[in-house]
């Protein structure tokens, strides 16, 4: 019988990368994102007299976070605080993200009998006695606004606007209150492409500080809140914050029987990082070369790789 001939197909040994787990399925790559994070706003003061504007709060940016593919990192976006009739401002809550420094909430706005205004990512402003605003946190944030002092103006007195991300509140004088101070819009490109943040001449703010109240004769001169979300103050009830921007909240003067002053306006958190979606967590939007994950409220982030 005669000998038959059989072909046999040689292999050639491959290597492939996987995105995210480098050659050979080794261990996984890191990858470096961006982490903007934004407090929530704190309350302006809810009094019959004198409510001083609430700080905003305060402002985190972070270049350059290692992120470990399939880790789950914790996102909790801070609350903007909540007028409260007759009383200080409440102070607006943290925010945070796993492994970035904690953004600190806005300062709550004074009122009449309490006239110093509270600390926080921005301070917020003070009611009367020619006391200072609230302080603020050492690159987060700004002071409050401060007011005259006592007998140059009462009643017909100002009282201070609430500190924002990129500038201290006004101070309020014997005619006009204080405006809120101006927020930041260095991460305005971040902000559009999230959809957040308060456009004003091209720029998306966040973190305006709000604006103070005050009571003259024949007509009051409340002050504006900061750009950025920040609320204006009113003889009425202050405006509160706007939300996602962590600004915060008017003053208010005399609201009626139950005045409250302006809330603070919620926080927000947003992730990016360059190329395609490739993580899970709040809203994603690619556009360009990067894409952003944006929390408006707390969740958890996974990048997947």
């Known amino acids: 019988m005669g000998l038959k001939r059989f072909t046999v197909n040689k292999f050639t040994n491959q290597r492939f990368t996987v995105p995210g787990f480098g050659t050979g399925g080794g261990a996984p790559t890191p990858y470096t994102a961006e982490v903007l994070l934004v407090a929530g706003g704190g309350a302006g003061g809810g009094a019959n007299y004198h409510g001083a504007g609430g700080g905003a709060g305060g402002v985190v940016y972070s270049p350059g976070i290692t992120i470990v593919v399939g880790n789950t990192y914790t996102v909790v976006v801070g609350a903007g605080g909540a007028g409260v009739s007759g009383n200080l401002g409440l102070p607006g809550s943290n925010t945070s993200f796993t492994g970035v420094t904690t953004a600190i909430g806005g300062g709550g706005g004074s009122k009449n009998a309490a006239p110093a205004g509270l600390p926080g990512g921005s301070g917020g402003g003070s009611s009367n006695n020619g006391l200072a605003g609230g302080l603020g946190t050492p690159g987060q944030g700004n002071n409050g606004g401060g007011t005259p002092a ?9 009282t201070g606007g609430g500190g924002g991300a990129g500038a201290v509140g006004g101070d309020g004088s014997d005619s006009a209150a204080g405006a809120g101070g101006i927020g ?7 902000l559009a492409q999230a959809g957040v943040g308060e456009l004003y001449n091209g720029l998306y703010y966040v973190g305006g500080g709000g604006g103070g109240s005050t009571y003259a004769s024949p007509s009051p001169i409340s002050g504006v809140g900061g750009k950025g979300g920040g609320g204006y103050g009113s003889p009425g009830t202050g405006a509160a914050g706007t939300v996602n921007t962590g600004g915060g909240g008017g003053g208010t003067e005399r609201g009626g ?7 603070g306006g919620a926080g927000v958190v947003i992730v990016r990082y360059v190329g395609a979606v490739k993580g899970t967590g709040g809203t994603s939007n ?19 790789g």
């Open 150 to 158: 006592p007998g140059t103006g009462f009643p017909a007195i100002g």
């Open 257 to 263: 029987p139950s005045p409250l002053g302006g809330a």
């Open 286 to 304: 690619s556009s360009g070369s990067y894409t952003t994950h944006t929390f408006t409220s707390t969740g958890t982030f996974t990048y997947s």
């Open 184 to 190: 930041v819009s260095t991460y305005s490109a971040i």
